[in-house]
């Protein structure tokens, strides 16, 4: 408990010494407030609207869960694919490559087209984003069965599917959530992307018509950071639970 309260204490410190260093940097270059507003303006903007602010937060966590639990789905599956058959691997992994070059901006105005205005787009262009992270992870974790390990399975008879769901998967597990840890927050950039191209709601909605209440507009990214802040170590402590011995064994 002193350790985890000390990492707490260390988190707060360091975002109290960034938001600092922020409002120095205003007050010593003389930055107008309608360039960057200052934090004081940033929660006077949030008092005058909170509920608006809220409202819109919801909206953009509801798309990033629903997008970041689709990309776990779907890279699980192609994951596992293509790391239990190197024949699949060598035939998709590079197309996946290329997917993953593609600027996802680009994507932008065509989902736009074929989806409409609305969630839709948001949650689509999360799942590009984090798509190929988390495949990437669970493709290597899945490549990385100890050679002792994979022979005792067979010395013991042990089929495929056994072979995959006692040793493997396990095994990969420290692999995959590190995938998950750095596709999390691509799915929260994502889904802002996302709105940022017409959508009629959402924190990225707000981004985009705040128009010179610049701090209306950074009272909205900093609602983003928070939501990513939140996500990323719900995702640890997720971690910590299924997988307690990769910390013992790692400090």
């Known amino acids: 408990m002193t350790r985890r309260a000390g990492a707490v204490a260390l988190a707060v410190l360091g975002g109290a010494v960034s938001v600092g260093l922020w409002w120095l940097a205003i007050v010593v270059f003389g930055v ?3 360039t960057a507003p200052t934090p004081p303006q940033v929660v006077a903007a949030f008092g ?9 937060a919801g ?16 890279g699980l599956l192609l994951g596992a694919l293509l790391g239990t058959s190197r024949t699949l691997e060598r035939a998709f992994l590079p197309s996946l490559v290329a997917l993953n070059a ?16 609305g969630r839709t787009p948001s949650v689509v262009m999360a799942v590009l984003l984090c798509f190929f992270p988390i495949v990437l992870a669970v493709v290597t974790g ?5 050679g002792d390990l994979a022979e005792l399975a067979r010395s013991m008879a042990a089929g495929r599917w056994q072979t995959f769901t ?5 095994g990969a597990l420290p692999q995959i959530f590190v ?21 009629g709601s959402g924190l990225g909605y707000i981004i985009t018509t705040a128009g010179s209440d610049t701090a209306l507009s950074f009272a909205a990214i900093a609602l983003v950071a928070a939501l990513s ?11 910590a639970v299924l997988l307690p011995w990769v910390r013992e064994t790692t400090e």
């Open 142 to 146: 899945l490549s990385r069965t100890p």
């Open 102 to 117: 593609v600027p996802k901006m680009a994507f932008g105005p065509l989902l736009l087209v074929w989806f409409g205005v």
């Open 32 to 34: 107008e407030s309608y």
């Open 179 to 199: 995938g998950l840890k750095l596709g999390l927050p691509l799915a929260v950039i994502g889904v802002l992307l996302g709105e940022l191209f017409g959508a």
């Open 48 to 56: 005058r609207m909170p509920g608006y602010l809220v409202g819109n």
């Open 229 to 239: 802040i939140a996500l990323y170590y719900l995702l640890v402590a997720v971690e």
């Open 166 to 170: 006692r040793i493997r998967l396990p």
């Open 59 to 74: 909206i953009t966590l509801l798309a990033t869960v629903q997008g970041f639990a689709t990309t776990v789905v779907l």
